[in-house]
């Protein structure tokens, strides 16, 4: 597993197109969101704003690294030139564990741990306008419900992400007034983050552990 916090921008922009995206093809908007959801702490001192990854986009195209020929405006892709040479000078920190991706597939796997009665309706659903949902949700009351994990620390940046994403499904699929509420699951307490969530009675705050079990004999 890699740490995407440590990771250079340019190197976190192609791990993303190459890892993430099986076409190796995604919108500007989605580029920013996941760097700038991979990155929190650099977010919360002032880094990694959309007009600076935004710009390495543009560098990255003027280097031949990425493309956006053929493709729709804002669309970016590995270029054909990215070869096995490239990637090995990929700076990809190895020395540490990211849950976030696992968390995922975890929760999508069983929804009604987060809440009784919750169904998945899609994982990593792409709004395509306004950014990509970790998981997409309905409750026993068939209102939508939007699930946001963070890995580690969270900023409060992201009550405005979920927010954003709340909004969206409001406006385009919530057709019959289904009520659209968020969940924001992350490791550890963050005091601007519940500060922001406190004040918002259709955004919950939950939280999630990881424990790890050594035994002498094997399970079951």
């Given at each position: 597993?890699?740490?995407?916090e440590?990771?250079?921008?340019?190197?976190?922009?192609?791990f993303?197109?190459?890892t993430?995206?099986?076409d190796?093809?995604?919108?500007?908007d989605?580029?920013?969101?996941?760097?700038?959801?991979?990155?929190?702490?650099?977010?919360?001192?002032?880094?990694r704003?959309?007009t600076?990854?935004?710009?390495?986009?543009?560098?990255?195209?003027?280097?031949g690294?990425?493309?956006?020929e053929?493709?729709?405006?804002?669309?970016?892709?590995l270029?054909?030139?990215?070869?096995?040479?490239?990637?090995?000078?990929?700076?990809?920190?190895?020395?540490?564990?990211?849950?976030?991706?696992?968390?995922?597939?975890?929760?999508a796997?069983?929804?009604s741990?987060?809440?009784q009665?919750?169904e998945?309706?899609?994982?990593e659903?792409?709004?395509?306008?306004?950014?990509?949902?970790?998981?997409?949700?309905?409750d026993r009351?068939?209102?939508?419900?939007?699930?946001?994990?963070?890995?580690?620390?969270?900023?409060?940046?992201?009550?405005?992400?979920?927010?954003?994403?709340?909004?969206?499904?409001?406006?385009?699929?919530?057709?019959?007034?289904?009520?659209v509420r968020?969940?924001?699951?992350?490791?550890e307490f963050?005091?601007?983050?519940?500060?922001?969530?406190?004040?918002?009675?259709?955004i919950?705050?939950m939280?999630?552990?990881?424990?790890?079990?050594?035994?002498?004999?094997?399970?079951?």
């Amino acid at each position: 597993m890699v740490d995407l916090e440590k990771m250079r921008v340019r190197d976190l922009i192609v791990f993303y197109l190459k890892t993430e995206k099986k076409d190796h093809t995604a919108h500007r908007d989605g580029i920013i969101e996941y760097v700038r959801r991979s990155q929190p702490e650099h977010v919360k001192k002032g880094y990694r704003t959309a007009t600076g990854i935004t710009s390495y986009l543009n560098k990255l195209k003027k280097e031949g690294i990425l493309s956006t020929e053929g493709l729709e405006k804002g669309y970016y892709a590995l270029a054909g030139e990215f070869d096995e040479e490239e990637e090995e000078n990929i700076e990809i920190p190895s020395y540490s564990v990211s849950l976030e991706k696992d968390l995922i597939n975890y929760l999508a796997s069983d929804p009604s741990q987060i809440e009784q009665g919750l169904e998945l309706q899609e994982k990593e659903y792409d709004t395509k306008s306004a950014g990509r949902i970790d998981l997409m949700c309905i409750d026993r009351n068939r209102d939508f419900v939007v699930v946001e994990t963070k890995k580690g620390k969270e900023s409060d940046k992201v009550v405005g992400q979920i927010q954003r994403y709340m909004g969206w499904i409001n406006r385009n699929l919530a057709k019959n007034c289904e009520n659209v509420r968020g969940i924001i699951i992350v490791n550890e307490f963050d005091e601007w983050l519940d500060y922001a969530v406190s004040v918002n009675d259709n955004i919950q705050l939950m939280y999630y552990e990881v424990k790890f079990v050594v035994r002498d004999t094997a399970p079951g």
